[in-house]
């Protein structure tokens, strides 16, 4: 299929939703069109909004995807880079002496100058995000190019359609490049810091073929690319060359194509399948996608472990928030057969950490996860268990190792997992199983009482450590921090539920009492009285006051029972008035002390982790009015017209909204925010948890309070799994369908 038809179609099934809204109900005015909203969303429907950049512009840029991997488009209307196929990774970053970074290939040069760094206006591309492509276009020279980026399903491969059309009133004379590179290699370590690269391949040219094959001299890897129609010359090795000739108005395409695999002969057999069957290849991605979109929200499909509810509703800002937090989950999905544990969850998708699986990422959508694919999410718990999570920050599926620094919050995340899947589906028998030498009721134990080995002081609180196992960026977060505490309060009380369940009153007891005296000793030693805010204690007995966002919203997450009616009302204020901002929030007030120290978006006064807005909004539902909370969330939920939740966005003072939503967070230095991560899927727990109220309980049903008043009173949400059967919520509470 052209980029032309791509578009075409794109608002030909715009406007044949309208007419069929308007056939199907007897209305005709543009209201009544507004009003429609998808139970189960099309890839049109969750597409972003196009955007518009200039080369010198800073912006976090799209990225494509598909069961095995990812790739990154450039500031480029044609350039990809960041080809991450584990364990194979192309345009990487090769390692040699002055490395350039990540390379980029099929760069289009016109007329022997770089098409993408022309003067304005022509340096200007228009980018659209697509569940299952990318979609870039840009006017130079009486000349529109557009591209449709995309990975074909089920191959280590890249692919795109490019498209020249001549919007003068002349025949156009003109000579065409593509600059190809590749640093092919394969890397069956741990990938911890950006995909690899090998800066000395192999290169051969095939002129029958028209393809370049590049071939890794360090390991068994290759990328064979090139274009249909094939390339007339090679200029200096690496510049696929045509001379063409346009009549007025007309539109010639290509077909690029990169394949990657063990070995020359393989990468170039699978070149010329793809190549031949490009058309079919096109809709076979298509269809691929627009089935995963269904069997996400279909019980007993074959995509996923499980399924997510459907939504009904009128109301265009509750639609949203809950679908930009499944634009997250379903970036998260892999299903490599080279993966070292299987069907998998990858935290980040982006240049820097392609591999990894994160503790604390994944808790934070932990329900819609357990919900979506519950089996990806337990296997990931029966890793973490197998690895030492205490001296190591996440996973890698590549190797199957730990990798970097501890980080602090792995136990209550881990915990937090397990205990998603638990009350979800029910398979209690799970805990009886054994992973490693113990059980995995001895391992979620282990985990919650951990934090007794970490007291450093006489306080009886955790210390988790220096800043490398805490925020990153907050230089004074540290030792004995309120939020990582809290999550002791919590994981007590959950294993306890489990002890009560299985006969051990006496440990269940115990381990209520204990939690009960840490959620005092936190709130009489950690709370600043009056202020709504956290300290921190330090091993020599000071402490460090510390305006952020996590311990407001983790402390109402894991103990907002034990707090007193003055602190919540005491940490309400401290939200709206030093955290909030009209389109997303800070992470840090910026009359924190520590506020000038890293200005990285996900936990500075510059912007917020994907997962903190409705995070912080989930607390406030627990200690605040809900009329004042949703004005704020349909601000948030214009955040997801670019596309899915970057791993940071910014707050409006400090760039502009993006077609009124807040400003993905840019890749580029200081901000190095990737394009989106797991931990959005928060968005959807919100809508679940706090706008439909839903209690999904270990052992006593679920229960509902609702705040759907302020979004659509008529809302529901339907085939909400639980244990075995599906319910209804509405704001009439939960009701078990038939």
């Given at each position: 299929?052209?980029?032309?038809?791509?578009?075409?179609?794109?608002?030909?099934?715009?406007?044949?939703?309208?007419?069929?809204?308007?056939?199907?109900?007897?209305?005709?005015?543009?209201?009544?069109?507004?009003?429609?909203?998808?139970?189960?969303?099309?890839?049109?429907?969750?597409?972003?909004?196009?955007?518009?950049?200039?080369?010198?512009?800073?912006?976090?840029?799209?990225?494509?995807?598909?069961?095995?991997?990812?790739?990154?488009?450039?500031?480029?209307?044609?350039?990809?880079?960041?080809?991450?196929?584990?364990?194979?990774?192309?345009?990487?970053?090769?390692?040699?002496?002055?490395?350039?970074?990540?390379?980029?290939?099929?760069?289009?040069?016109?007329?022997?100058?770089?098409?993408?760094?022309?003067?304005?206006?022509?340096?200007?591309?228009?980018?659209?995000?697509?569940?299952?492509?990318?979609?870039?276009?840009?006017?130079?020279?009486?000349?529109?190019?557009?591209?449709?980026?995309?990975?074909?399903?089920?191959?280590?491969?890249?692919?795109?359609?490019?498209?020249?059309?001549?919007?003068?009133?002349?025949?156009?004379?003109?000579?065409?490049?593509?600059?190809?590179?590749?640093?092919?290699?394969?890397?069956?370590?741990?990938?911890?810091?950006?995909?690899?690269?090998?800066?000395?391949?192999?290169?051969?040219?095939?002129?029958?073929?028209?393809?370049?094959?590049?071939?890794?001299?360090?390991?068994?890897?290759?990328?064979?690319?090139?274009?249909?129609?094939?390339?007339?010359?090679?200029?200096?090795?690496?510049?696929?060359?045509?001379?063409?000739?346009?009549?007025?108005?007309?539109?010639?395409?290509?077909?690029?194509?990169?394949?990657?695999?063990?070995?020359?002969?393989?990468?170039?057999?699978?070149?010329?399948?793809?190549?031949?069957?490009?058309?079919?290849?096109?809709?076979?991605?298509?269809?691929?996608?627009?089935?995963?979109?269904?069997?996400?929200?279909?019980?007993?499909?074959?995509?996923?472990?499980?399924?997510?509810?459907?939504?009904?509703?009128?109301?265009?800002?509750?639609?949203?928030?809950?679908?930009?937090?499944?634009?997250?989950?379903?970036?998260?999905?892999?299903?490599?057969?080279?993966?070292?544990?299987?069907?998998?969850?990858?935290?980040?998708?982006?240049?820097?950490?392609?591999?990894?699986?994160?503790?604390?990422?994944?808790?934070?959508?932990?329900?819609?996860?357990?919900?979506?694919?519950?089996?990806?999410?337990?296997?990931?718990?029966?890793?973490?268990?197998?690895?030492?999570?205490?001296?190591?920050?996440?996973?890698?599926?590549?190797?199957?190792?730990?990798?970097?620094?501890?980080?602090?919050?792995?136990?209550?995340?881990?915990?937090?997992?397990?205990?998603?899947?638990?009350?979800?589906?029910?398979?209690?028998?799970?805990?009886?199983?054994?992973?490693?030498?113990?059980?995995?009721?001895?391992?979620?134990?282990?985990?919650?009482?951990?934090?007794?080995?970490?007291?450093?002081?006489?306080?009886?609180?955790?210390?988790?450590?220096?800043?490398?196992?805490?925020?990153?960026?907050?230089?004074?977060?540290?030792?004995?921090?309120?939020?990582?505490?809290?999550?002791?309060?919590?994981?007590?009380?959950?294993?306890?539920?489990?002890?009560?369940?299985?006969?051990?009153?006496?440990?269940?007891?115990?381990?209520?009492?204990?939690?009960?005296?840490?959620?005092?000793?936190?709130?009489?030693?950690?709370?600043?009285?009056?202020?709504?805010?956290?300290?921190?204690?330090?091993?020599?007995?000071?402490?460090?006051?510390?305006?952020h966002c996590y311990d407001f919203l983790t402390v109402l997450d894991n103990m907002a029972e034990d707090l007193s009616a003055v602190q919540k009302e005491e940490m309400a204020h401290f939200f709206w008035e030093q955290l909030h901002s009209e389109k997303w929030m800070r992470a840090l007030a910026s009359g924190d002390p520590d506020a000038s120290w890293n200005i990285r978006p996900d936990h500075s006064c510059l912007g917020a982790y994907a997962a903190w807005p409705p995070m912080s909004a989930k607390g406030l539902?627990?200690?605040?009015?809900?009329?004042?909370?949703?004005?704020?969330?349909?601000?948030?939920?214009?955040?997801?017209?670019?596309?899915?939740?970057?791993?940071?966005?910014?707050?409006?003072?400090?760039?502009?909204?993006?077609?009124?939503?807040?400003?993905?967070?840019?890749?580029?230095?200081?901000?190095?925010?990737?394009?989106?991560?797991?931990?959005?899927?928060?968005?959807?727990?919100?809508?679940?948890?706090?706008?439909?109220?839903?209690?999904?309980?270990?052992?006593?049903?679920?229960?509902?309070?609702?705040?759907?008043?302020?979004?659509?009173?008529?809302?529901?949400?339907?085939?909400?799994?639980?244990?075995?059967?599906?319910?209804?919520?509405?704001?009439?509470?939960?009701?078990?369908?038939?």
């Amino acid at each position: 299929m052209s980029v032309d038809k791509l578009i075409d179609r794109r608002e030909f099934l715009k406007l044949s939703a309208a007419s069929s809204i308007v056939a199907g109900t007897g209305h005709n005015t543009l209201a009544s069109v507004r009003s429609f909203r998808p139970q189960v969303p099309t890839l049109d429907d969750l597409a972003s909004v196009t955007i518009r950049h200039t080369f010198g512009d800073l912006f976090n840029l799209p990225l494509a995807m598909n069961d095995l991997g990812f790739a990154q488009s450039v500031k480029s209307v044609s350039a990809i880079t960041a080809i991450a196929i584990p364990p194979y990774a192309c345009c990487g970053f090769p390692e040699i002496t002055w490395s350039p970074g990540f390379l980029t290939t099929c760069e289009v040069i016109v007329d022997d100058r770089l098409l993408s760094i022309r003067p304005p206006p022509e340096n200007r591309i228009n980018y659209t995000w697509f569940p299952h492509c990318v979609v870039r276009e840009q006017v130079a020279d009486g000349l529109r190019f557009k591209t449709s980026m995309f990975m074909p399903a089920d191959r280590r491969a890249v692919a795109q359609s490019i498209t020249v059309h001549n919007l003068s009133e002349a025949r156009r004379k003109l000579t065409l490049g593509f600059d190809m590179r590749a640093a092919v290699t394969k890397k069956t370590a741990a990938w911890f810091f950006n995909s690899p690269g090998e800066g000395d391949n192999k290169i051969t040219w095939s002129a029958e073929q028209g393809r370049l094959t590049f071939e890794a001299q360090h390991s068994a890897a290759a990328s064979a690319q090139g274009l249909v129609p094939k390339a007339q010359r090679l200029q200096a090795d690496n510049v696929l060359m045509y001379e063409l000739e346009l009549g007025v108005g007309e539109t010639r395409e290509f077909h690029y194509v990169n394949a990657i695999a063990e070995n020359g002969v393989a990468a170039n057999r699978l070149y010329d399948e793809l190549q031949r069957s490009y058309d079919q290849v096109v809709q076979e991605n298509e269809r691929k996608w627009d089935g995963l979109i269904r069997s996400a929200f279909t019980p007993g499909n074959s995509d996923f472990s499980g399924h997510l509810p459907r939504l009904l509703t009128d109301d265009e800002s509750l639609w949203n928030l809950y679908y930009n937090g499944f634009k997250n989950l379903l970036s998260a999905r892999r299903r490599s057969p080279d993966s070292a544990y299987g069907a998998t969850l990858i935290t980040l998708s982006g240049h820097v950490l392609p591999t990894l699986s994160f503790p604390w990422d994944t808790a934070l959508s932990g329900l819609s996860l357990a919900l979506l694919d519950p089996d990806p999410l337990r296997n990931l718990v029966e890793v973490w268990f197998q690895q030492d999570m205490h001296a190591h920050l996440a996973t890698d599926h590549v190797s199957g190792e730990a990798v970097g620094p501890s980080y602090g919050v792995n136990d209550m995340a881990i915990v937090r997992c397990a205990q998603d899947y638990l009350r979800v589906t029910g398979r209690f028998d799970w805990l009886d199983k054994r992973v490693g030498s113990k059980t995995v009721l001895e391992h979620i134990k282990d985990h919650a009482l951990h934090w007794t080995k970490l007291q450093t002081t006489d306080r009886k609180l955790g210390d988790y450590g220096k800043i490398e196992n805490l925020l990153e960026v907050v230089s004074t977060y540290l030792h004995e921090v309120a939020g990582m505490n809290a999550g002791n309060v919590s994981s007590m009380r959950f294993v306890a539920e489990l002890l009560e369940h299985r006969g051990d009153s006496e440990g269940a007891r115990h381990l209520r009492a204990e939690a009960v005296n840490m959620a005092g000793r936190i709130n009489r030693l950690l709370y600043v009285q009056g202020k709504g805010w956290w300290r921190c204690g330090q091993p020599d007995g000071s402490f460090h006051e510390v305006r952020h966002c996590y311990d407001f919203l983790t402390v109402l997450d894991n103990m907002a029972e034990d707090l007193s009616a003055v602190q919540k009302e005491e940490m309400a204020h401290f939200f709206w008035e030093q955290l909030h901002s009209e389109k997303w929030m800070r992470a840090l007030a910026s009359g924190d002390p520590d506020a000038s120290w890293n200005i990285r978006p996900d936990h500075s006064c510059l912007g917020a982790y994907a997962a903190w807005p409705p995070m912080s909004a989930k607390g406030l539902y627990k200690i605040d009015d809900p009329v004042k909370i949703a004005p704020w969330l349909r601000e948030l939920a214009k955040a997801g017209s670019q596309g899915p939740i970057g791993q940071a966005h910014c707050t409006e003072e400090i760039f502009p909204p993006e077609h009124g939503g807040a400003y993905k967070s840019p890749e580029d230095a200081p901000y190095l925010n990737d394009w989106c991560v797991i931990a959005g899927g928060a968005f959807s727990d919100l809508v679940i948890e706090s706008i439909f109220g839903a209690d999904l309980t270990l052992f006593k049903g679920v229960r509902a309070t609702p705040h759907l008043a302020e979004f659509d009173p008529n809302a529901r949400l339907q085939n909400l799994h639980y244990q075995d059967a599906e319910y209804t919520l509405s704001a009439k509470g939960a009701k078990k369908q038939a």
